[in-house]
């Protein structure tokens, strides 16, 4: 068959055998001087514009000396750019905090946009698969900004159309050491944006001591640490259910102590009552004045004091029902926070049945029924699986602290936690470096948040434990 052949000089050829080599030319079409003149002009000042429009700031450190010396002389000029360093100087160490709102971690995200993520964009990009290169050309993600905060860097990433979040979730990794950071988490921004949250350094490195006594008494979100953004952790137990889980010495107890410790003005006001279980007979003996007779260590007085409780919130929804939907906490009728230090004591690991069968039904019956009525149940738990805790998900609020398997991490925060950064598997085992940080999903947001709970001491506890008891 007679095949033309398209090209300069290769479409006078006409070849007869298959596979002939032939020297392929492209037609060329000259372009005159003035359009190629006038694209270049167009791409200058849209890339002055766009430079202007994305860098105020940067850009106005540059052109104000220009201008001033341009309508005022070399010497103003000169003046200018020795006297702004010295003010900006005198601004950071006078009043660092409006300096670095203002300007520093403008600068900062600047600097780390053009030497960090524009430098290494393209080799992460492709290396991590998140970028595609096809005949010659780069398909990549687009970086839309950076910002920065005191602990981190946030990037705005446009997706590749049909790109999946999962894809990004799925490469954190890639993207944490592409970029030289500890970690990557990613959320998203809004449709085809996601937020990349790359950590310079940890604002939780160091222990936090116990959060001061309230003055209020109040059984509202106690704080019980601090967030990563800097942000108090205020954990919410009125209302709701929570469950703890850690690996031992990941720091559950810090936990459970600093929500008694954020309880207990509302304690000594009669507006709260924390019952404690004690299986283990380690963490919450220490403290046991605090809870007087509400305290319980054997499984048989565990199971007793259970079903006290039960009974207590079923008389109370006895008389709210079609009165009252919620609970206001007052002296007759207390917020009721149900403590239960290692829960699994007490159901998969107790090996009488019939004990085993009561502790399990009066914890489901709290934990379905308690909310509305004001009885709250704040376990903690060293294995999360699902044949050691058939009910973790009757909690609806869960904390991940230090945790020995990487799958463990869904099964307490939920699915797909570990891909957005819920690293709980990661955590440090040394105690200074690692006892109390977890991650918590907020109602609000599916993505996880790292907190460190406050250390309270057991001098701490015994200090709480006499004013109480004053
Ligand atoms: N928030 C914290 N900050 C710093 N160090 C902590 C914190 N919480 C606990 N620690 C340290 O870690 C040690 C272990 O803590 P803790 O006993 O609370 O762990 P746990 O999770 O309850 O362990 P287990 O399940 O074995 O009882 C403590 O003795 C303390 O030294």
Redesign the pocket.
């Known amino acids: 068959m007679f095949k033309k052949l398209p090209g300069d000089e290769a479409q006078n050829l006409v070849s007869t055998t298959p596979d002939t080599a032939v020297v392929f030319r492209p037609a060329v079409l000259r372009t005159p001087a003035i359009v190629t003149i006038v694209i270049f002009a167009w791409r200058l000042l849209a890339g002055a514009l766009r430079l202007l429009w994305r860098h105020p700031i940067a850009s106005a450190f540059v052109l104000t000396p220009v201008a001033v010396t341009y309508w005022y002389g070399w010497r103003w000029g000169l003046g200018l750019v020795t006297a702004t360093p010295l003010g900006l100087t005198a601004w950071f160490f006078l009043a660092r905090p409006s300096f670095l709102r203002l300007l520093g971690w403008r600068l900062l995200a600047w600097w780390r946009l053009v030497w960090v993520y524009r430098r290494h964009w393209q080799p992460v990009m492709i290396i991590s698969g998140l970028g595609r290169h096809l005949r010659g050309r780069d398909y990549l993600p687009r970086v839309v900004r950076v910002s920065c905060t005191s602990w981190a860097d946030v990037v705005t990433v446009r997706m590749l159309t049909g790109q999946a979040v999962k894809d990004w979730s799925d490469r954190t990794e890639h993207l944490a050491h592409g970029f030289g950071a500890r970690s990557c988490r990613v959320s998203i921004a809004r449709s085809g944006r996601l937020l990349l949250v790359f950590p310079r350094r940890d604002p939780l490195a160091t ?2 001591p116990a959060v001061p006594v309230p003055d209020e008494a109040s059984v509202g979100p106690v704080e019980v ?1 601090k967030c990563e953004d800097g942000k108090p952790w205020l954990l919410k137990v009125h209302g709701t259910h929570v469950l703890v889980a ?11 102590w ?1 929500a008694i410790r954020g309880l207990l003005p509302a304690t000594r006001a009669g507006l709260a009552q924390v019952w404690a279980l004690d299986p ?1 007979r ?2 919450l003996s220490y403290g046991r004045d605090l809870f007087g007779d509400r305290y319980a260590a054997s499984p048989a007085d565990c199971a007793d004091l259970l079903e006290a409780a039960v009974k207590i919130m079923q008389e109370r929804a006895d008389r709210y029902a079609g009165l009252q939907r919620s609970h206001t906490p007052t002296v007759d009728d207390p917020f009721v926070l149900v403590v239960v ?2 829960v699994a004591f007490l159901t998969a690991y107790q090996s009488d049945k019939g004990l085993k069968l009561r502790i399990s039904a009066a914890l489901a019956t709290l934990t379905t029924q308690g909310r509305a009525v004001g009885f709250g149940v704040l376990a ?1 738990l ?1 294995d999360p699986r699902k044949e050691v805790m058939n009910i973790r998900n009757l909690f609806p609020d869960k904390i991940a ?1 230090r945790l020995d398997e990487s799958e463990q991490v869904d099964m307490v925060l939920g699915d797909g936690a570990r891909d957005r950064g819920a690293l709980a598997d990661h955590i440090s085992p040394i ?2 470096q690692g ?3 977890g991650y918590v999903r907020l109602e609000t947001s599916p993505d996880p948040i790292r907190v ?5 001491s057991d001098s701490d506890i015994r200090a709480m434990a006499m004013e109480v008891t004053a």
């Open positions: 222990p936090l640490g850690g690996a031992t010495g990941a720091g559950k107890g810090s936990v459970i600093s283990k380690m963490e230090d290692e903690a060293q602290l105690p200074e006892a109390g940080i460190r709970a406050a250390y309270v």
